[in-house]
T-cell receptor
């Protein structure tokens, strides 16, 4: 079975600073994908970034980057130059690509608050 | 707009009542999912349908049934609602192992009193 652990229920960061949201995962499969989603207070789920288990480079999407450390089974999200609009709940998720039925397993989330 | 449409957005039920949550996607995706979101627990998979004509249980299927009506539509039914089913329900769809993961609906906030 797959498991995602997010150990930070809440985080604060000052505007324009960088912040790292932690995510560790557990799977015995070699082929998998890791995702981060943002959920603002309005409730919708917004896809941010994806990292495949065989990708050698860390994924980046604008101000978002994924710090992928395969040996440590971690996939931390780094947000650079935080903005007030980054205040939201952030979920890490994993999908196993072999026989997994494309199911995403989610962590419990980290509530990020960006302050002036 | 293209995407995943869920109805209703809000619903209040009395214990024991039944209801069906509707979900439709217009992206021609093969796979569809139902999740529930509870505070401190993230999103948990209730049921999923890998392709038209198939459905499978997820992590928390008890008290729910699903129907994959056609490729576009995947409904979730609560036969006898219980207060423990108070939650926010999300429908999602995906196409294979696409690196964008799922496309989510906007959610249904259900309260069972």
């Amino acid at each position: 079975a797959q498991k995602i652990t997010q150990t930070q229920p809440g985080m604060f960061v000052q505007e324009k600073e960088a912040v790292t949201l932690d995510c560790t995962y557990d799977t015995s499969d070699q082929s998998y994908g890791l995702f981060w989603y943002k959920q603002p207070s309005s409730g919708e789920m917004i896809f941010l970034i994806y990292q495949g288990s065989y990708d050698e480079q860390n994924a980046t999407e604008g101000r978002y980057s994924l710090n992928f450390q395969k040996a440590r089974k971690s996939a931390n999200l780094v947000i650079s130059a935080s903005q007030l609009g980054d205040s939201a709940m952030y979920f890490c998720a994993m999908r196993v690509l072999k026989g997994g039925g494309n199911k995403l397993t989610f962590g419990t989330g980290t509530q990020l608050k960006v302050e002036l | 707009n293209a995407g995943v449409t869920q109805t209703p957005k809000f619903q209040v039920l009395k214990t024991g009542q039944s209801m069906t949550l509707q979900c439709a996607q217009d992206m021609n995706h093969n796979s569809m999912y139902w999740y529930r979101q509870d505070p401190g627990m993230g999103l948990r998979l209730i049921y999923y349908s890998a392709s038209e004509g198939t459905t499978d249980k997820g992590e928390v299927p008890n008290g729910y049934n699903v129907s994959r009506l056609n490729k576009r539509e995947f409904s979730l039914r609560l036969e006898s609602a219980a207060p423990s089913q108070t939650s926010v329900y999300f429908c999602a769809s995906s196409e294979g192992a696409a690196p964008t993961g799922y496309t989510f609906g906007s959610g249904t906030r259900l309260t069972v009193v």
